[in-house]
């Protein structure tokens, strides 16, 4: 079975400073990664994803992230945050075996202060 | 605009009712997934479909059902509902097989229970 921990409900930051949310999962087989966000009222977006290759993985609107298999970590930043970045962002784990849905993380919030 | 379209996009019933939430995929895809989301659970996985067979299974009640029609559009019905049954449902689709987690999200059908 796949899992993902999100450490921190809620993260709040002030503009221009580093955005830094973290993700741990759990997978018995090498695993599919994803960042999705969320707007208000609003379905869930991909920020970015890692499958195979580069560790280090570039998004949309300025956002990355790492997958560390040592430390089962695919942790997302953004060096510079911006008041848009505020949303609730998930982390997500799948796998290339048959029957194997999106599993998401609880999420983390955003804030964003000027 | 995800092109995956949801209605009805809210809903306002009682407790004991029926009801049924529709989604059509985008042009061209072959995979719907069903996810609730609430306050205490997050984003759980109900259920997905391929071309109309049932692909993978996640936390659907027995009172809940699924179904995905020759025109590829779903249905997600809900039975005997209760207060906790209130949630966000989403819909999102793809195109299936090894790209199975880059899922495009409808803009979710919100139920509440009364």
């Known amino acids: 079975a796949q899992s993902v921990t999100q450490l921190g409900s809620h993260v709040s930051v002030s503009e221009g400073a580093l955005v830094l949310l973290r993700c741990n999962y759990s997978?018995?087989?090498?695993?599919?990664l994803f960042w999705y966000v969320q707007y208000p009222n609003q379905g869930l977006q991909l920020l970015l994803k890692?499958?195979?290759?580069?560790?280090l993985v570039k998004g949309i609107n300025g956002f990355e992230a790492e997958f560390k298999k040592s430390e089962t970590s695919f942790h997302l930043t953004k060096p510079s945050a911006h008041m848009s970045d505020a949303a609730e962002y998930f982390c997500?784990?799948?796998?290339?075996?048959?029957?194997?849905?999106?599993?998401f993380g609880k999420g983390t919030t955003l804030s964003v202060s000027s | 605009d995800s092109g995956v379209t949801q209605t009805p996009k809210h809903l306002i019933t009682a407790t004991g009712q029926r009801v049924t939430l529709r989604c059509s995929p985008r042009s061209g895809d072959l995979s719907v997934y069903w996810y609730q989301q609430s306050l205490d659970q997050g984003l759980q996985f109900l259920i997905q479909y391929y071309n109309g067979e049932e692909r993978a299974k996640g936390n659907i009640l027995e009172r809940f059902s699924a179904q995905q029609f020759p025109d590829l559009h779903s249905e997600l019905n809900l039975s005997s509902l209760e207060l906790g049954d209130s949630a966000l449902y989403f819909c999102a689709s793809n195109r299936g097989g090894m790209n199975a987690g880059e899922l495009f999200f409808g803009e979710g059908s919100r139920l509440t229970v009364l």
């Open positions: 890692y499958t195979t290759g580069a560790t």
């Open positions: 997978s018995s087989v090498p695993p599919y």
């Open positions: 997500a784990v799948t796998s290339t075996q048959a029957g194997t849905a999106l599993i």
